[in-house]
């Protein structure tokens, strides 16, 4: 099934599941563990975070 558990997908914001991206670089990104039955959403925020990482890690290539 491609559903999440109803409600389940707000665990995002807490900060039990913020705190997984502690201590992450951007490789290690894809190691943070998703929330079970919200899969979907755990896995926008995980590639969200890793998109901003890597835009980041450029602008501030630029800036050297």
Do not use: M, Y
């Not at 979907?40 to 980041?56: F, W």
């Amino acid at each position: 099934s491609k559903n999440e558990t109803p409600g389940l997908g707000n665990k995002v914001a807490e900060p039990d599941f913020i705190s997984r991206f502690s201590a992450k670089n951007i490789a290690g990104l894809n190691q943070v563990q998703a929330i079970t039955g919200a899969t979907i959403s755990s896995r926008a925020v995980i590639n969200s975070v890793a998109k901003k990482a890597k835009d980041l890690e450029e602008l501030l290539k630029n800036e050297k």
